[in-house]
């Protein structure tokens, strides 16, 4: 019997086999296919410039007897903008205009003597002059008289006015107003050298679209075409600059504003994609966990290609349906169980 009691102890007290380890928890999502556009990101911010900004100033002095516009307004090319004081002009003109009659007289009756050879050739020569230096001197003087009308050289919106009605300026040193052309207007903005070669190659095939967005803006974000790339890299910053132009109907963009700009390159069909932060990077590639059927992980190299709003286009590596990891990778190795906590 004390030896049966020693058996049957032995036997209790003999160690349980292996345990099996518990799964990891992680989160995790399907392998999508979709279209994706291919967007330079980060998006770079944009500096909007007018197309023609032109400063206007008196090309005569005098006195602004006359200021026919508002401050901020629209005017077309032609509009007439200041009115000069035009009675000193005038007056000059009448002036001239009777010298020149005379002249003109004086010059007649010379060209009979002349031709009765009762002149000098040098005494018809002066005459022919005077008249010819008096008419060039009204012309002058018509233009002057042209110029105490000042018009908008070009479509645009006015900015502060420097000088008002009554204020005599001097010509062509004062700065009477600054006009920008703001339909269509510019978005200056710089991007890597390295997105070069696909902006080059895409720019051949087609118009690149750009969108330009900022805070409070309502309704649709404007969209306008890349129009220009630089001739050289900024050795500096290693960038290029480039611009694009809207036709800014709506008035939404402004001359000095800042906006986020999105330059779509091309759109990829039937893209793989995952989200971004299942892409781990490895010594010697990039890689993801992928959870097989029997609730383990393996990790599998890949290849990608754009991310675009955090997800991440795999171009080898990954089909479309199959599951990847996305969050607690630090925990895994290939063969280790997992748990799904996302569903």
């Keep these: 019997m004390l030896l049966a009691a020693f058996a049957l102890a032995a036997g209790?007290?003999?160690?349980?086999g292996p345990k099996a380890a518990a799964a990891v928890p992680v989160l995790a999502a399907q392998a999508a296919e979709k279209t994706m556009p291919v967007?330079?990101?980060?998006?770079?911010?944009?500096?909007?410039?007018?197309?023609?900004?032109?400063?206007?100033?008196?090309?005569?002095?005098?006195?602004?007897?006359?200021?026919?516009?508002?401050?901020?307004?629209?005017?077309?090319?032609?509009?007439?903008?200041?009115?000069?004081?035009?009675?000193?002009?005038?007056?000059?003109l009448a002036h001239d205009q009777v010298q020149l009659e005379?002249?003109?007289?004086?010059?007649?009756?010379?060209?009979?003597?002349?031709?009765?050879?009762?002149?000098?050739?040098?005494?018809?020569?002066?005459?022919?002059?005077?008249?010819?230096?008096?008419?060039?001197?009204?012309?002058?003087?018509?233009?002057?008289?042209?110029?105490?009308?000042?018009?908008?050289?070009?479509?645009?919106?006015?900015?502060?006015?420097?000088?008002?009605?009554?204020?005599?300026?001097?010509s062509?040193?004062?700065?009477?107003?600054?006009?920008?052309?703001?339909?269509?207007?510019?978005?200056?903005?710089?991007?890597?050298?390295?997105?070069l070669p696909k902006i080059q190659e895409q720019m051949r095939q087609r118009t690149l679209t750009v969108t330009a967005s900022y805070e409070n803006l309502e309704g649709e974000p404007p969209q306008g075409d890349l129009t220009f790339v630089d001739n050289s890299v900024d050795a500096m910053t290693g960038t290029i600059q480039l611009k694009a132009t809207f036709l800014n109907q709506r008035g939404l963009l402004w001359p000095g504003q800042f906006v986020q700009l999105a330059l779509q390159l091309e759109e990829l069909t039937n893209a793989v994609v995952v989200p971004a932060q299942a892409v781990q990077?490895?010594?010697?590639?990039?890689?993801?966990?992928?959870?097989?059927?029997?609730?383990?992980?393996?990790?599998?190299?890949?290849?990608?290609?754009?991310?675009?709003?955090?997800?991440?286009?795999?171009?080898?590596?990954?089909?479309?349906?199959?599951?990847v990891v996305t969050d607690g990778q630090l925990r895994l190795a290939p063969g280790v169980a997992v748990e799904d906590k996302s569903k």
């Design 12 to 16: 209790c007290s003999r160690p349980a």
């Design 39 to 92: 967007r330079i990101e980060p998006p770079p911010v944009g500096h909007i410039m007018p197309i023609l900004t032109v400063t206007i100033r008196p090309q005569i002095g005098g006195l602004i007897s006359a200021v026919k516009f508002q401050e901020g307004q629209e005017v077309k090319k032609g509009d007439l903008l200041f009115t000069i004081d035009p009675r000193p002009a005038q007056a000059t």
């Design 102 to 170: 005379n002249a003109k007289i004086q010059f007649d009756r010379e060209q009979k003597l002349f031709a009765d050879k009762l002149i000098s050739q040098d005494e018809f020569d002066t005459s022919k002059s005077a008249r010819d230096t008096l008419a060039a001197t009204v012309q002058a003087d018509e233009l002057n008289l042209g110029y105490c009308e000042i018009r908008a050289p070009i479509d645009g919106r006015t900015g502060g006015l420097q000088f008002h009605e009554g204020n005599v300026v001097k």
């Design 172 to 195: 062509p040193d004062d700065v009477l107003l600054t006009i920008n052309q703001i339909h269509p207007i510019y978005a200056t903005f710089a991007v890597p050298e390295r997105w």
């Design 281 to 323: 990077n490895g010594q010697n590639s990039q890689f993801v966990f992928v959870v097989k059927a029997d609730k383990t992980v393996e990790s599998r190299a890949v290849k990608t290609s754009v991310t675009v709003n955090g997800e991440t286009v795999i171009t080898t590596g990954v089909r479309a349906g199959e599951t």
